[in-house]
């Protein structure tokens, strides 16, 4: 069956402009979550949803940042005023359930994000 | 959160047996043992999970003494394509994946 899939896979965006990141998880899977990771670093973990609702949004780095979920399915991951220091890839997982080390995660192929 | 700490590479060849031991020392007791796997350019991939003693699976082993504070991915028979790097986690807030492993397998 289809994994997780995100869009786009590649954005080049100007300074002081606003992202949309997407990600589509694998169907059924009620967990979703968003990390980043910056070049030669680990996975920084940013958000998860269970269902659509965020139940833990303190890894958000700052309030430029926000994502939501939607009829338990597609995510939306919002940057706004980019900023240099947010160019990484931002990488998407979902699970069945969010039990994080309990579950399996799945990975999309990530989103690279270039701020210039 | 309970801190992991992994050695930050390792190298091996070919049809050699790669042990990558993790330390942590502030493990919970709710907190299962997790490695993912992570080629270049791709997101990271589910290997093992464990909570004690010992998990066997098609790829790997995990060992996990009855302390749980350290944990060991047992990697049998490398082939140049387990280059990669090898994440160790543990807890179940804020998840970070640290920097991992680096193994570089080679002929």
């Known amino acids: 069956g289809a994994g997780v899939s995100q869009s786009p896979s590649n954005k080049v965006t100007e300074k002081g402009k606003d992202v949309e990141l997407r990600c589509d998880p694998i169907s059924g899977h009620t967990a979703l979550y968003w990390y980043r990771q910056r070049l030669g670093q680990g996975l920084e973990f940013l958000i998860y949803f269970q269902g659509n609702s965020a139940p833990d949004k303190s890894g958000l780095p700052s309030d430029r940042f926000s994502a939501e979920r939607t009829g338990e399915s597609v995510s939306t991951l919002t940057i706004q005023r980019t900023q240099q220091e947010d160019s990484a890839v931002y990488l998407c997982?979902?699970?069945?359930?969010?039990?994080?080390?309990?579950?399996?995660?799945?990975f999309g192929p990530g989103t690279r994000l270039t701020v210039t | 959160l309970a801190k992991t700490t992994q050695p930050i590479s390792m190298d091996s060849y070919e049809g050699q047996e790669v042990n990558i031991t993790c330390s942590h020392n502030n493990i919970a007791t709710n907190d299962y043992i997790t490695w993912y796997q992570q080629f270049p350019s791709q997101g990271p991939r589910f290997i093992i999970q464990?909570?004690?003693t010992k998990v066997t699976n098609e790829v790997a082993s995990l060992f996990i003494p009855a302390d749980r504070k350290s944990s060991t991915l047992s990697l049998p028979r490398v082939s140049l394509s387990d280059t990669a790097v090898y994440y160790c986690l543990v807890g179940y807030s804020t998840l970070t994946f640290g920097k991992g492993t680096m193994l570089l397998v080679s002929p």
């Open positions: 997982a979902s699970s069945l359930d969010t039990g994080f080390l309990s579950y399996e995660q799945y």
């Open positions: 464990g909570y004690k």
